[in-house]
């Protein structure tokens, strides 16, 4: 019984380390990809047509193309023209990226969504296109795709796994190592609470900003 | 009517015995039998391996000299060879599993793996060699120290460098990749300064790109190439040893690892 707590400790001691790689991934492209999603979706209903399309254009490439040829792309393709990222960059890179673009559509569909009376009534209390989104139909924009963001930030959490292509040594690859070693299925299970445990922690983190939002409606 | 019943009790004791000993009979080894009976063996490997098992450039087919061996062997079974590509540290699981037959694609014979499979008799010389950069200051084992190295996880590449302790020990970081030529991608883009590889394969990739790599004079060990069985497959290893021993003997081997390799390096 001893030695059994014993291997599931050093296993899962062993997974969290890739764990962290995870995590530093995963923060980095949230903090990167929702402000620039909401730009970008600021961008997508604006009156400059040459913006919109250009953006129109990253967002079809994006979310039309596998995140995997993506990774590929940006660490081994740019290193044959010279471009040589290390690991943890082009990851970030390609993960902000990535997210943004359907970060991108979220926000543009949850700015659309909100009625034009609004629009109409801050014109009519004088107020400017910056302060009219600033303070009317950012926040319940923001209110309403609250859900949608928290199923992306879920997504991400799983998506990571990816960066073993490049030669990253993530939570799940972790696992997998000592699964080869020791032909048990205990690091995935290991791996299974892990991940399940980030999770549940976004859920929980989303539930309270929907709540603070929640005056809004 | 006891005496009835025990005459009956005594005949279907005997038929279930008779049936038992039949089914375990043929349980102890059929693999010879099945194999022949379904027509064809599949072999599972790495397709990114060259020159032992590798896509074409002309149309895609698997090539390479494990394949041109596999044909060969079943030919000579009078059966088919169907491939089937396989991520490669899952490869023992698709063994057991029974996904694959076969596992035909350089596959080194090492204490690990033989608790886990059956190897038929080795066919080829390895060694795990480093190769480097050609302009690159390492030159000796010792030189490694500090630096970063690259892989193919789960290979027998991996198990060299990590027995090696004074150089495993000694290295920055050992960066683990899906296949050799990702390694040697990024070997050549300066991310990795050294890769651990099979010579057989690290002499073919060099050979794709004279003049960027070179090969440190020591090495991590030697090894022998084996095709990897299913321990429970005696009458298939007996075959297969058969059929390899004929082929390493006569012409047709000689005239496929000559095509592959320009001398006959078949161990004999």
């Known amino acids: 019984m001893d030695t059994l707590v014993q291997y599931i400790l050093d296993s899962a001691l062993f997974i969290l380390k890739g764990g962290i790689l995870t995590l530093k991934l995963y923060f980095v492209t949230i903090l990167f990809s929702i402000p620039l999603g909401i730009l970008f979706a600021l961008i997508k209903i604006s009156k400059y047509r040459l913006l919109r399309n250009l953006t129109g254009f990253y967002t079809w490439v994006f979310r039309g193309t596998p995140l995997l040829l993506q990774l590929f792309f940006t660490y081994y393709g740019l290193a044959v023209v010279g471009i040589t990222l290390q690991p943890f960059s082009a990851a970030a890179i390609t993960f902000v990226v990535n997210y943004t673009a359907y970060l991108t559509e979220i926000y543009r569909a949850g700015i659309e969504s909100i009625d034009k009376g609004q629009y109409e009534a801050a014109r009519a209390l004088n107020m400017n296109y910056v302060q009219t989104m600033r303070r009317i139909i950012l926040p319940q924009a923001i209110r309403r795709t609250i859900p949608p963001t928290c199923n992306e930030a879920i997504t991400l959490v799983k998506d990571t796994a990816l960066v073993s292509v490049i030669g990253m040594s993530d939570l799940l690859i972790s696992a997998k190592e000592i699964f080869a070693r020791d032909f048990v299925i205990t690091p995935f299970l290991i791996a299974a609470v892990i991940y399940l445990l980030m999770t549940t922690v976004i859920v929980y983190f989303f539930r309270k900003i929907e709540n603070k939002y929640s005056i809004y409606e | ?268």
């Open chain 2, 1 to 268: 009517m006891n005496s009835k019943f025990v005459k009956i009790l005594s005949i279907l004791t005997a038929t279930v015995v008779i049936l038992a000993g039949c089914t375990r009979e043929q349980s102890k080894d059929d693999s010879l039998k099945k194999i022949k009976e379904k027509g064809y063996f599949i072999v599972g490997l790495d397709d990114t391996f060259p020159p032992m098992g590798f896509r074409s450039e002309d149309n895609n087919e698997i090539v390479g000299f494990d394949i041109d061996l596999a044909n060969e062997a079943a030919k000579r079974m009078g059966i088919k060879v169907q491939f089937k590509p396989v991520v490669w540290d899952g490869i023992i699981m698709s063994l057991d599993r029974g996904d694959v037959d076969l596992i035909w694609n350089g596959l080194t014979i090492t204490e690990e793996r033989e608790k886990q499979i059956g190897f038929s008799k080795p066919y080829l010389n390895n060694r795990q060699i480093v190769i480097v950069r050609f302009d690159s200051s390492v030159n000796k084992l010792s030189d490694l120290k500090g630096k970063i190295i690259g892989l193919q996880r789960g290979s027998s590449s991996e198990k060299a460098l990590n027995s090696n302790e004074s150089v495993s020990k000694s290295v920055k970081e050992i960066k683990k990749y899906e296949n050799n030529n990702l390694a040697l991608m990024d070997l050549t883009a300066k991310r990795v300064d050294a890769v651990v590889i099979d010579e057989i394969a690290g002499r073919w990739s060099m050979a794709m790109k004279p003049g960027s790599y070179k090969i440190l004079d020591e090495d991590l060990g030697k090894e022998l190439y084996g095709v990897g069985i299913r321990k429970t497959d005696l009458n298939l290893k007996e075959e297969l040893d058969r059929v390899l021993d004929q082929i390493k003997n006569d012409s047709t081997g000689e005239e496929i690892s000559k095509k592959w390799f320009g001398t006959n390096i078949l161990l004999k």
